[in-house]
C-alpha cells in the first residue's frame, strides 16, 4: 500500500468462528539503525497510514513497526466483521509474534510499544500480561481509551447491561455510534489534510457491536482496578475534549471522541512510573493535530524517550549541519510524573 521503503509481512493467526484470521506487520527500517524498535498499534476504525510519525522516528535511529490487528486494515478478510472481538487479549498472539519478529528475528535489543485509543488500551493490558516475559521498555499512549465517553449512568450500569447482552448476543449492533465530527476535521475531503482509506476507516466508523462492548468494558474495569506495568509510561492527550454531534470549528482544537479527563484519572493505575503530557489543541489521535501541535508532541515523546530509554538523536553520519532529530527542540508540553517513583534514566546504547 505505502510501497518502499515500507515493507509488510502477513502474520497467519489460525481460525476462529468466522474464519481465518491474520495480522499485518507494516517495516520501515532506519538509515543509520541502533538497536532500537518502535511497534505502534491504532485504535477502534483505525489502521495505520501516519507515515509522518514513521519519519520521526526512523530520523532518530529507530526501526519502525506497525501492527494492522486482525479485523483491521490491511489485516480485514472478506468474510469477517470488521474491527470485532470477544475480548482484548484476542489480540495478545498478534503482539506476541511482532515482538518476537522485532526482537528475536531482526535483533532489536529495545522494544518501545506505542498505542492509539483502543490501540492504548490494547497494549497496556498487554504490557500488564507479559511483565515477566519483559516484552517492552517502555509504552507511549496517545489518548488511550480508558473509559467510556458518556455519563455515569451509561458507563456504569447500563454499560452492565450491555455486557450482558454480549454474551448472548455479540454480534447485535447498538443504537449508537461514533458519528462524523472526529473523521470530517481529519480526512482531506473534507476539514482535515489527511488521505487514508476510507473503506478502513468510515467517517461515521463501523457499527458498535455488544460483544466489542462488553470487551472494552471488561477491559476497562481491569485497567481501573489496577496494572503492574514495570516499564516507563507516557500517557499524551489533548487538554480537553469536544462534546457535541455537529461540526464546530473547537471540534480541530480537541479530542472529539473521549472524555480526556478519563485518560489522566486513570493513568496512575498502569504502573509505578507513569508521566502524563497534555497538549493544547490536540485531536484525539494527537499525531493529526495541526502542525504545531503534533510538532510540540513529537519533541515531547522524544525527550521522554531519551530520559527513560536512553534514546538520544542519532548523530549525524558525517561533518555537517545537525541532523533534523538534533535540532534545537519546541518549548516542552505540560507534563506531570504520577504514580510514583521516577525511574533514573538509562544510559544510552552505543550506536
Known sequence: MLGPPYERQTIDLGTDD?????????????DRPTGRAVLYVHGFVDYFFQTHLADFYVERGWDFYALDLRKYGRSLLPHQTPNFCRDLSDYFPELDAAAKIIQDEDGHDTLLAMGHSTGGLIISLWAHARRDAAAVDGLVLNSPFFDLNAPWLVRRPLAAAVSRLGRRAPHRILPFGLGTV???S???????????DLAWKPLAGFPVRAGWLAAIRTAQRQLRAGL????????????????????????ALADAVLDVEHMVRWAPRLGRHV????????????????PAVRERVFTEVGRWA??????????PASPGPPHPASSTPAPPASSTPTAGTVP????????
Open 18 to 30: 468466522e474464519g481465518p484470521v491474520v495480522a499485518t506487520l507494516v517495516r520501515r527500517r532506519a
Open 182 to 184: 472526529y473523521g470530517e
Open 186 to 196: 481529519l480526512h482531506a475531503d473534507h476539514r482535515g489534510e489527511w488521505t487514508y
Open 228 to 251: 503492574d506495568i514495570p516499564v516507563p509510561v507516557l500517557v499524551a492527550c489533548s487538554t480537553r475534549s469536544f462534546r457535541g454531534t455537529r461540526w464546530q470549528d473547537s471540534a
Open 275 to 290: 508521566t502524563v503530557a497534555r497538549f493544547d489543541g490536540g485531536k484525539h489521535d494527537l499525531v493529526l493535530s495541526g
Open 306 to 315: 531519551e530520559a527513560f530509554l536512553g534514546a538520544g538523536p542519532t548523530p
Open 344 to 351: 533514573q534514566p538509562r544510559p544510552a546504547h552505543s550506536p
